[in-house]
């Protein structure tokens, strides 16, 4: 009876199957196999799991979707399992210090690291890891050193085989850079390293003015700035002041705009395409605010077009010391909500627990609305996480566990991971069984990054080495 419909209403019913159906009428339905696979269906299906494509894959050949999407069904299987398989695990030796890094396209790191000694040094790394069918071992096509302040932070997008890098450097001691490198990885080795091009770069002119936390989509780079009070200020009335800096690094406009604070605020940012979160936590809360960004297609300054304020949220009743953390990916596969993690005491036990929120972008009313936990990952007692690593679109978590009562009373690192499913709540599990042996110890950890869409963790440890994990 289905055969006897016409195409276009058998790709309406196509078209609103869900990957792994869509994938057995192919299997099974010789009839549909062609309608199945066509590229218009798989464009414009829908996703339950993280897949690696980007938001805008309308370009791409279905043929490429529908691997992808294997590809991320295979992991999520893998991922929901009490034991996951481990598919590899990469060791790279000699990376100095390693205070932030992150995966970079399918087969570089980008690494900020530190050198202490007669020459303290700050440097950023690109470091090329082979695929599971290649022979090399991971090597070091590029490194830049840095400005050596007291704070500096980066991030990385990656397309068409160049990666845009945007890092903010500076202290009391050192004047705050913004810079944008453009940095082409097509067909690099040790003797043809890629040569940076600079797309931005910015230094304000006034020590103790410093860009924090900055962001890229797309053409669009934006970074906070703090001006801190002057040392000679009354103690009693110096306050820290916030802007935001929005770059268009395609045309070189720019854009500043104030940032609403608190004296007690801590912010934090994160970036999807035109629309930017501001995170502000204080002593029992948190509150977020979700604004538009102006129109930097033009060249040249823009400082008269500031950012639109468009929702208000707030999570309230917090334990003190509570702890939270946003997904460090860039946003390049995901559309909002955005997801957000807090640790903290909740009930009348006082148990702590990890809580998962969504904040989208527009509230149902112009009040501040209050936000609900969708999920909770209640702690066993003594247990506390390290680090939190959420994945781009919190559909993941990975974090490192520290657990104080144990049998032995010893202290014990685990590697956790959880998903996150409407029907079947939160499933959490070691990234490890107990008996497998590691090459490393756990308590060496220093720094961690989880790609969600690949199921890949990336572990900086105090032994200057890094190793890769895939599932």
């Not at 050198?115 to 040094?121: C, I, L």
């Not at 390293?193 to 924090?212: A, D, N, W």
């Not at 306050?239 to 854009?255: C, K």
């Not at 104030?258 to 809360?285: E, G, M, N, S």
Request: charged share 20%; net charge negative.
């Amino acid at each position: 009876m289905l055969f006897n419909l016409p195409d276009d209403i058998i790709l309406a019913i196509l078209q609103n199957l869900e990957a792994p159906d869509l994938l057995v009428i192919q299997q099974t339905c010789r009839g549909l196999h062609d309608l199945a696979t066509a590229d218009f269906i798989w464009r414009t299906l829908k996703f339950n799991v993280p897949v690696d494509l980007p938001v805008d894959h309308r370009n791409l050949p279905g043929r490429q979707i529908q691997q992808r999407a294997v590809d991320a069904l295979r992991l999520e299987s893998n991922w929901s399992r009490k034991e996951s398989i481990v598919k590899r695990l990469t060791r790279i030796p000699h990376v100095g210090t390693v205070r932030h890094l992150q995966f970079l396209g399918p087969s570089f790191i980008v690494v900020l690291s530190q050198a202490v000694g007669t020459r303290p040094s700050t440097n950023l790394s690109i470091l090329r890891v082979p695929g599971p069918d290649q022979s090399q071992i991971p090597t070091s096509i590029l490194s830049i050193e840095l400005p050596h302040t007291n704070h500096t932070e980066f991030t990385a997008s990656y397309s068409n085989d160049t990666a845009i890098i945007a890092y903010v450097a500076g202290d009391h001691r050192v004047k705050s850079l913004l810079q944008v490198l453009s940095i082409p990885l097509h067909e690099v080795d040790d003797s043809n390293p890629p040569v940076p091009t600079v797309l931005y770069s910015e230094t304000r002119p006034l020590y103790g003015e410093i860009f924090f936390d900055p962001h890229i989509s797309g053409s669009i780079v934006v970074a906070g700035l703090a001006k801190l009070p002057d040392e000679t200020d009354n103690p009693g009335t110096a306050t820290v002041s916030y802007q935001l800096l929005i770059v268009n690094h395609a045309t070189g406009a720019n854009s500043y705009s104030d940032i609403p604070f608190h004296q007690d605020d801590f912010v934090q940012l994160k970036l999807y395409r035109d629309i930017l979160y501001v995170i502000r936590a204080t002593y029992k809360a948190i509150s977020i605010t979700t604004h538009g960004l102006p129109n930097l297609e033009d060249t040249g300054s823009a400082s008269d077009k500031g950012i639109r304020t468009l929702s208000s949220y707030r999570v309230d009743d917090l334990s003190p010391g509570f702890e939270w953390q946003l997904s460090q990916e860039p946003t390049d596969r995901s559309n909002p909500p955005l997801p957000l993690f807090i640790f903290h005491d909740s009930g009348p036990t006082m148990r702590s627990v990890i809580s998962h929120y969504s904040v989208p972008v527009k509230a149902d009313s112009s009040e501040v609305q209050p936000l609900s936990p969708n999920y909770q990952i209640p702690m066993a007692t003594g247990a506390a996480p390290v680090s939190l690593c959420p994945g781009e679109s919190g559909h993941r978590l990975v974090w490192l566990e520290r657990r104080f009562d144990t049998p032995d009373l010893n202290t014990e690192f685990v590697v956790m991971k959880a998903g996150f499913d409407k029907a079947k709540g939160a499933t959490v599990a070691p990234v490890w069984p107990n008996y497998v042996a590691l090459p490393f110890q756990l308590q060496s950890i220093q720094t961690m990054y989880f790609e969600e869409c690949t199921g890949k963790i990336c572990i900086a440890l105090h032994t200057e080495e890094i190793y890769v994990v895939e599932l």
